[in-house]
Every structure is written in C-alpha cells, then in structure tokens.
C-alpha cells in the first residue's frame, strides 16, 4: 500500500460518518414537551377568564421549567381580552409574567381598527390568525379553542 493510497483510505474513512452526522436535524435544547395554542375569539369576559385560567394552569403543572409552552391568540372580538381598557389587563400582564404569550392577528386588528399601541404591553402580533393556528398545527402545537374551556 503506498503513503498515497493509505492517506486516501484515512480520509475516506472519516468524511462518511461525517456526512452521516450532518444529514440528521439537530435537535434544540429546552424544546418544550407541551405546547398549547389557545384561541380566544369570544367577546364573553367568562370566556377570557376560562382561557386564561387554563393557561396559567398548565403552566404551573409543568414539571420542568420550559417543558411547557402556552399561546394565546387574540382574533376578531377577542382582541379586547388583550386591549390596554381590559377589565382583565392585570391578569394578562400576570400571565405574561409567567411565560404565556399573547398575540394579536393583524388583519383583526385592522378591521377592528385596533393599533398597536392599544394592545397590553408584551402583546405581539401576528399576520394571520387563521395562519397562526395552520403553522402552530403542522408544528404539533395542540390547538384549543376559548368556548370548549368553559
């Protein structure tokens, strides 16, 4: 065997499991297990509150810290659950605190003729609801709705 053919041999031998490696996804730290999307498009305060009492419920059954990702998703009459003259303004900043995001569908918001600056402080928004909740689905988000809390 000369120095050529051996070198060629070594190398070989460890570029295949390289290429092996990188072909398989990596797999991100602190995934959570649990990841729940709540829809609220409900104007019933009682609605608002059975959505947000179930977010900050699994949230606090977690287990582990970020185990647990909860989203609540604000479109059509549901946005005043998330507008800064809420009754329920301090139990959504509460929330927020506790690592449950809030956001806003924009086209909602549009024909609502709500702006940003009226939603909650930590509120983000979103394009599309409906979006919202396709992309949170095909990324194996469970997916509830506000009435079947009660």
Request: hydrophobic fraction near 40%; include cysteine; charge should be positive.
């Amino acid at each position: 065997m000369t120095r050529r053919s051996w070198i060629f041999r070594l190398s070989s031998l460890l570029l295949i499991p390289a290429a092996l490696i990188a072909q398989q996804p990596a797999t991100p730290q602190n995934q959570p297990t649990q990841r729940i999307l709540i829809h609220v498009h409900s104007d019933q305060p009682a609605d608002w509150q059975a959505a947000l009492k179930k977010a900050n419920d699994l949230m606090a059954s977690s287990a582990k810290p970020y185990d647990t990702r909860v989203e609540i998703l604000a479109t059509g009459d549901g946005l005043k659950l998330i507008d800064k003259k809420s009754a329920l303004g301090n139990d959504v900043t509460s929330a927020v605190g506790k690592d449950v995001s809030f956001v806003a569908c924009h086209a909602s918001m549009r024909s609502n003729k709500m702006t940003d600056d009226q939603l909650q402080t930590g509120v983000g928004t979103v394009p599309s609801g409906g979006r919202e909740i396709a992309a949170r689905k095909a990324e194996g988000w469970t997916v509830m709705d506000d009435k079947s809390l009660k």
